[in-house]
Structure formats: C-alpha cells, structure tokens
C-alpha cells in the first residue's frame, strides 16, 4: 500500500464516518422529536397548531443537517485536491507500513473491509501472498527470486478475522527468544516444507475469500519454480473456514492445486460459529424493535459480511445470498463436506486446564468455545466429523495464543512427520 493511498483512505474513512454519524443524530432527532408532536396532533385543539410547529422543526432541523453534510463533503473534495500535486512525488511500488499501523489497518479491513472494497477505499486490503512486509507477484521469475530454496512441499498459512500475516509471529520472542520464529518457520527447518502467508480482506464473506483463494492458488502451484508435490493449509480461527471454503470451491472448479492438498489444519476455528457474533445478532435485532433505538441498531447491524460469516461457520455463497444477515440466529449453514483427498485437523483451546470445565465450556478460548472448534453441536445435524485420531485439545490457553505456541507447533509436527518421511521416500526413489 503506498503512503498516498493510505493518506486518501483515511480522508474518505473519516468524511463517509462524519456523514455517518450526522445521519444517526438526524435520525434520532426525529425519532425522539415525532413523539410529541404526535400526540399533540391527536388532540383536535391543538392538531393544527402542532402540524405547522411539526413543519417547521422538520424544515429547519433538516437543513442544518443538510448543512453539515455538505460542509463534509466539501472538506472531503479540497482534501482530494490538497492531495492529487502529492501523488506525482510518490512511488508507484507498494510501501510498507510500519507493523502496528500495518495491523490498524488489517483490523480496520475485519471490522469493515466490506465497505472499504465497495467504496473503493484506499484502506482496503486486497488478497496477496506476503513476503518480508511486501506483495509476491505469482510469476515464475518473481517466485525464483523471492524463494531461493521452493521446494515440492508448501505450507499456506492463511491468518483470522482482523489480523494479516504478521500475527504469526505474535508470541515469537516470548515462547523462542526470536521475533521470526513462526509455525512455518519450524516446519522449514524441520520438515523441509517452504511457508507461504496469505494476506487477505477478512471483512468480505469467507465464501468471496475462499473464490479468490482458489484462484490465488491456482496462480500460485501453475507458477511455482517446481512441481508441488504437497500442500499443507494452517487456518487460524476465520482462516480455517477461508482454507475449507476454497477447497471445496476449487474442487467444484476442477483446480489443478487441490489435487495436492494433503493436510489441512484448523487452529481454534468456529466451524459452528462464535459466540460473540451471535451476541452481536441478538443486540442488533433487539435494538431494531423501537423506532427510538434503530439508528443504534443500524450501527451495531453494520458490522461486516465476514463477522456476521462467523455467526454460525458460513463457508459458501448459498448460505447467505438472499437472506436477511441480520435475522434472529437464523441459521443457514449448509453441510460442506471436506475436501476427501486431504487429511484434517483441529486444535482447540479452553481457558481451564480441562474442556469440561464448566468455565472453559462455556468461554474456550475466549473468542471461540469448545464444542464449536470441535465442530461437535447439540444436535446431530449441527456436527462436523473429525476423525477422533486429528483432535487434540490445548488448556489453559487463550484464541490468540494459538498463533505461536510450542504445544501447537509439536501437535502439527506429529501429525506431518509420517506424512514427510513417506514422501522424502518416494522423493529419493524418483
């Protein structure tokens, strides 16, 4: 993202919030204003009098907001003028943002990053491999030269809601005494696998990431330096429903690169959905019940398409085209199944040393609760078969912390080494 980009988004993001939060106080004016004006037009002797009082308070209270939006957009334009000489003197190549505004930004995208892609927003992120704080074009020569080493196994690490590629390192220095250790880090060290880290807009559903994650693979195995002999995915959190979702849709397309996925990993993701979301549901909806509070509601029902995904653990389109997001915890969910030529595990955490823990039941991680990690609902049509062998539980432990912690990382090396002994085998007798 160049500098001028993230100057203008930020220009565009605080004018559109301005015009916003004009609108919600309009809109709250009126609502509290209508009540008496109402029952004062009840009342034949005084009906008439209300009436032109009521006319006239509209009149006036809507030009002034009127004024005021006016007077935003045009800051916004002589700010767009202030800034179009600037943008000859910048590079037309990406600049890397400093790493807490880098994950500003990334969170920014979670919370809103669906109407920072229809607004064309310069804020917005767009889905793209990431290497040492930059873009990776998916061209044979750029990849050569980026990845010195590519080697036949790859390990796509695809990160959560409101976070980038970044967040696997969180944790770093404090669990290995150095900042750059990451899960895939170990795994090239230790397994020869070559890591890769996707960057994408987790604002926008997990069906539109999954579509545009199919393809960015498709782009990436064609490309790659040598033959991809192996592909392992690591979905943190959201990050798993995004991996899930772009295999089944890679399948349903007949991709190239799904025929080398072999394992795929899904670290405290909420395949039947988060609690937080549902809470955020059911205050939305309660909030929309009085004329008085649905300027509220409005605000609270504007989170993004790819929180409300959370809800319940939407992966595809069908779960959410032609619906009302916002309904009370009306569960569209359909049953995708998964990708049958590669293995699947999960990880799940609970803050109690014990997932039966009444506390460590009822709160998992913090974000995402047990059960629904382990994809195992109250009733049977609301599960999600893993095999008994590819669980495995982590206490004491929060929804962040599974990003970088020596326990997950040995958990996921256990389960690939039989896999990478087998395949050096038949590497050696190629």
Sequence with gaps: MRNIDAVRGLKDLFVSA????????????????????EALELDPATRLPAAAVRMLHDAIAGGVYWSIRSMMELAGIAAEL?????????????????????????????????????????????MEFRHEGRAVALEAETLRRTYPGAGRKLAV??????????????????????????????????????????RYNSGLHVSENGALLAGKMEELVNAWPVAVQEIVLVGHSMGGLVARSACHQGKQRRNGWIGS??????????????????LGNVMGWALNVSDLTQPIA??????????????????????????????????????????????????AATVTESPSDPL?????????????????????????????????????????RMLNHPAVYEQIRFWLEPAAATLTTLGEAQ
């Design 360 to 400: 460590g039941f009822i709160v998992g991680d913090m974000l995402v609760r047990f059960p629904s990690a382990l994809g195992r609902g109250v009733q049977p049509a609301r599960r999600v078969s893993f095999p008994a062998v590819n669980k495995s539980h982590l206490g004491m432990t929060t929804h962040l």
């Design 157 to 198: 690490f695809v990160h959560g809601l409101a976070c980038n590629e970044q967040s696997w390192r969180f944790y770093s220095e404090e669990t290995y005494g150095d900042r750059e250790t990451t899960y895939g880090s170990l795994l090239e060290q230790d397994l020869g696998y070559t890591p890769l880290y996707l």
């Design 18 to 37: 301005l015009n916003g939060g004009t609108t919600t106080v309009e809109e709250l004016h009126t609502a509290i204003a209508r009540r008496p004006f």
């Design 82 to 126: 202030a800034l179009t000489p600037l943008e000859q003197t910048q590079p037309a190549e990406e600049e890397p943002l400093p790493a807490a505004l880098d994950l500003a930004v990334s969170a920014l995208n979670g919370f809103m990053g669906d109407h920072l892609e229809r607004n064309r927003n310069g804020l917005r992120t767009r």
């Design 298 to 347: 409005n605000i609270v029902n504007g989170r993004s398409d790819g929180i409300k995904d959370l809800r319940f653990g939407y992966l595809v389109e069908e779960d959410w085209r032609g619906r009302d997001a916002d309904a009370l915890l009306e569960d569209n969910r359909h049953d995708i199944p998964f990708l049958d030529s590669a293995a699947h595990y999960f990880v």
């Design 261 to 278: 996925v072999r394992h795929i990993f899904c670290l405290g993701t909420p395949h039947l959905g988060a609690p937080l979301e549902k």
